[in-house]
T-cell receptor, first 115, second 112 residues
Framework: EAGVVQSPRYKIIEKKQPVAFWCNPI?????LYWYRQNLGQGPELLIR????????DSQLPKDRFSAERLKGVDSTLKIQPAELGDSAVYLC?????????????FGEGSRLTVL | AQSVAQPEDQVNVAEGNPLTVKCTYS??????LFWYVQYPNRGLQFLLK??????LVKGSYGFEAEFNKSQTSFHLKKPSALVSDSALYFC??????????FGPGTRLSVLP
């Protein structure tokens, strides 16, 4: 069974440019997360989806970040315009919905460098 | 509010020796506790979790962790370290209905 798939793996852009990351979760996983991981730190939640509904986007910087999960499967995270401080690894994770005891399954991440 | 502390940024251990990576947590209600490992340029991989029951849980690659409610700890252990265990380890906590909260990570170096 395929794991969580993310693309691109690496992206280098200049500040003020837009960038988008794509995630395909594990088949059957209703819950999808986007995390940001700064160098040497733990992941920090940006947004959580249950099916196609964003149930927690309180940590998403909405002035420049947006996300969508069409049809409750794939998801896209967009940054426009990017700033130097956005350089990080953007991780997508998925899990089965339910009581919350299930673990997260992470993709390989998308490493963003903003110059 | 939930929080996780990993008091050691770095743990060094000789190959073949036992290893311990420490984690303490703070959460309202019953905690669900997790350990993940991250290799360079890779995503996080699940190692093990405590939900309920036996305080000693066993996971992947020979790792185990002990839940201690009175000390609010969930330390990761392995009886005999391998060089290939060298990686970044993250402890995470979740309360029912809440999001996962990850610790800052501990870098484990196993020396040959």
């Amino acid at each position: 069974e395929a794991g969580v798939v993310q693309s691109p793996r690496y992206k280098i852009i200049e500040k003020k440019q837009p960038v988008a990351f794509w995630c395909n979760p594990i088949s059957g996983h209703n819950t999808l997360y986007w995390y940001r991981q700064n160098l040497g730190q733990g992941p920090e939640l940006l947004i959580r989806y249950e099916n196609e509904e964003a149930v927690d986007d309180s940590q998403l910087p909405k002035d420049r970040f947006s996300a969508e999960r069409l049809k409750g499967v794939d998801s896209t995270l967009k940054i426009q315009p990017a700033e130097l401080g956005d350089s990080a690894v953007y991780l997508c994770a998925s899990s089965l919905a339910g009581s919350g005891t299930g673990e997260l399954f992470f993709g390989e991440g998308s490493r963003l460098t903003v110059l | 509010a939930q929080s996780v502390a990993q008091p050691e940024d770095q743990v060094n251990v000789a190959e073949g020796n036992p290893l311990t990576v420490k984690c303490t947590y703070s959460v309202s209600g019953n905690p669900y506790l997790f350990w993940y490992v991250q290799y360079p340029n890779r995503g996080l991989q699940f190692l093990l979790k405590y939900i309920t029951g036996d305080n000693l849980v066993k996971g992947s690659y020979g790792f185990e962790a002990e839940f201690n409610k009175s000390q609010t700890s969930f330390h990761l252990k392995k009886p005999s370290a391998l060089v290939s265990d060298s990686a970044l380890y993250f402890c995470a906590v979740r309360a029912l209905g809440q999001n996962f909260v990850f610790g800052p990570g501990t870098r484990l170096s196993v020396l040959p």
